[in-house]
């Protein structure tokens, strides 16, 4: 029968598994940014657009950064084992804030990746490039996202490698998405198996929240609000309406400025008055003016107009309305017609 694990046996376990899937995935980080070149040159080479290129460009350069961050978090765990499982406090405090330093300097970049990793995960996923979507919706396909895959990261050749698979780039693209949510899960692994009277119980719940306050901030990161990026907007206008007024003037300086940089310096001029409305907006300084009274729907000089009375009413009998229409149309007057209209007597024709 087996023997059951000690605590400290358990935290140990769970501090090599943090370890282990560190080395992991600097392995995997290391092949995207180590492969960069032979990367570039297939995703140039593919029926990608310009922006689609530049995004998968940005996030193997962001795969480099990060692994430069994380590339003292493996042994950081290490130390944090060996600091509990020896008693020696000191030593596992000292890890636990160097982790803390790590992980808030690369949960930024975390951030911006998740970005472009969503669109990445659309343009993997379009019929266009996938097989078997586009079987199913009757689209042709486009084996660009296979030829990247077909990129060998792991360093060895597949023939000489047989027995374990090489990493594709779409696989390895997905690892920083789900690095955060896996260090929340093994810290509270390793907060479960921390006795309330071990000396770093404490220590080791503030670390299970901190992993979950960057965890939340990489899923969540900032949004410009729309007076900035209104702000934004206006220097890139501001910009591009300098470069055509320079080329202008480079190509016919006695001439005046051409109809295309006028154009490009108003539109400057309105998102500039737009991005200060909007700003004001975003401090909340709303200036509220004066309701002004409904205006009259009467024409000046004309009178107004009484109640509307009431209809008539229609209990009376049938013969007894027609009667009293009778009258009144007696008691109403009639005008006479002008004597233009009277007829005279005829005279005779003249023969």
Request: hydrophobic residues 30%; without cysteine.
């Amino acid at each position: 029968m087996a023997t059951e694990q000690t605590p400290a046996e358990k935290r140990a376990f769970i501090l090599d598994e943090m370890t282990s899937t560190e080395n992991t995935y600097l392995e995997n980080l290391h092949g995207l940014s180590s492969n960069k070149e032979a990367l570039l040159n297939v995703i140039e080479s593919g029926k990608f657009t310009g922006a689609e290129k530049k995004r998968m460009a940005n996030m193997i350069d962001m795969a480099g950064r990060i692994e430069s961050i994380h590339n003292g978090m493996a042994k950081e765990f290490e130390n944090l084992r060996e600091g509990m499982n020896s008693g020696d406090n000191e030593k596992a405090r000292k890890a636990l804030s160097k982790i803390d330093v790590i992980t808030k300097e690369s949960e930024v970049e975390h951030g911006k990746y998740l970005i472009e990793n969503e669109k990445f995960s659309k343009l993997k996923n379009n019929p266009k490039y996938n097989k078997l979507n586009a079987r199913r919706n009757g689209v042709e396909y486009d084996p660009s996202m296979d030829k990247i895959d077909a990129v060998n990261l792991t360093g060895d050749s597949r023939a000489d490698n047989a027995k374990k698979e090489a990493v594709k780039f779409t696989a390895s693209a997905l690892t920083p998405v789900q690095r955060f949510p896996r260090y929340v899960l093994l810290a509270q692994d390793l907060a479960k198996r921390t006795e309330e009277s071990h000396p770093l119980h404490q220590e080791i719940n503030n670390f299970v929240e901190k992993f979950k306050v960057a965890a939340n901030a990489v899923n969540n990161p900032p949004k410009k609000s729309i007076g900035s990026r209104l702000a934004g907007l206006f220097t890139k206008s501001e910009d591009k309406a300098a470069k055509v007024a320079e080329k202008s003037k480079a190509a016919a300086p006695a001439r005046p400025q051409t109809s295309k940089a006028s154009s490009s310096s108003t539109e400057s001029v309105l998102i500039k008055s737009m991005a200060q409305k909007m700003a004001t907006l975003d401090k909340g300084e709303v200036k509220t003016e004066p309701v002004r009274p409904p205006r009259s729907s009467s024409l000046p000089g004309e009178a107004k107009k009484g109640p509307v009375p009431p209809p008539r009413s229609s209990s009376l009998p049938a013969f007894e309305r027609k009667k009293a229409l009778e009258s009144e149309a007696k008691k109403t007057p009639v005008a006479p017609k002008p004597d233009a209209d009277i007829p005279g007597p005829r005279r005779p024709k003249s023969r």
